[in-house]
């Protein structure tokens, strides 16, 4: 939608031109009036998961999980209908960015954390003894993709200069790498480990190379462009496709982490574990 410049095709909400009628699909309509849609019929979903949890799942934490989701993505929807309201603020249509990929992540940590694979009890079977752990890398390496996200929602929404985007890309690299190289190098047994850290790795090349051609596209040759040309949307979307799956394989990376490797001097290390050193 925003690639394309539709942000205010339907420039009032909750409503679209004043009613809850279907409108024309036209031009940018098509963007705007899908994304509500679209947006309306995931706010169904969500619920029905957060009923479904608080009436099957026995774990406090995960029934909390469950209405976070589900509070998120109302909190989603209303700073959608403020950015609309307002004409598009880059500080609320970040905003908009930001929890929107939160959600996503905490979906995926439901996925993963109602898995067949995770409802048992985790035996340890590593143990974590450098500095900085494991789990540190782990979420250092969500926190610069959240920096990156908002970096380049600012951007994206025309209230920051490219810059600080390109150049932060630079720290998210270095960063995931930094904890990818990690775990294959001293957690590669452990697979719940090594598939996420494996698929980050990939993600960091084909984001950087998504980059440098939206770049290309937005900066470089599209500067003067009346309309977002195809190419230029397409490459937009893709990078922001790919930075959502980075970041919720960030996340699932992190989890992992928490479940599996204990830092040194926790007792949950079960007997006969190989301790992992410097």
């Known amino acids: 939608m925003t690639s394309n410049d539709a942000g205010l095709a339907v420039p009032d909400w909750p409503t679209s031109f004043h009613t809850f009628r279907m409108p024309r699909m036209v031009g940018g309509v098509l963007y705007e009036h899908g994304h509500r849609m679209m947006a309306g019929f995931t706010i169904l979903l969500t619920l029905g998961i957060t009923i479904f949890t608080l009436m099957v799942d026995r774990r406090k934490w995960m029934k909390r999980l469950a209405i976070g989701a589900f509070a998120t993505i109302i909190v989603q929807a209303i700073l959608g209908g403020v950015t609309v309201l307002h ?11 930001i929890v929107g990929q939160t959600f996503f992540c905490i979906s995926v940590a439901i996925a993963l954390l109602t898995g067949r694979k995770y409802t048992g009890e985790v035996e340890r079977t590593a143990v974590d003894r450098r500095k900085p752990s ?6 250092l390496s969500v926190l610069v993709l959240y920096v990156q996200l908002a970096l380049g929602g600012m951007f994206r929404h025309k209230g920051m200069s490219w810059e600080p985007h390109v150049f932060n890309a630079a720290v998210v690299a270095i960063v995931l790498t930094w904890t990818s190289i990690r775990v294959l190098s001293y957690y590669s047994q452990v697979e719940s480990l090594k598939r996420p850290a494996v698929m980050m790795l990939g993600l960091v090349m084909v984001q950087l ?6 770049f290309l596209t937005k900066i470089v040759w599209g500067r003067d462009a009346v309309q977002p040309e195809p190419f230029m949307v397409w490459s937009t979307v893709a990078h922001v496709a790919v930075g959502a799956l980075l970041l919720a394989t960030a996340v699932v990376l992190a989890i992992q982490a928490w479940r599996h490797v204990p830092v040194l001097g926790e007792e949950r290390v079960s007997k006969g574990v190989k301790a992992v050193t410097a």
């Not at 004409?87 to 960015?97: G, K, N």
């Not at 494991?134 to 979420?139: Q, S």
């Not at 190379?209 to 939206?214: N, T, Y």
């Open 87 to 97: 004409l598009l603020p880059p500080m609320v249509s970040t905003a908009h960015a």
């Open 134 to 139: 494991l789990i540190n890398l782990t979420l």
């Open 209 to 214: 190379c998504l980059g440098f051609i939206s």
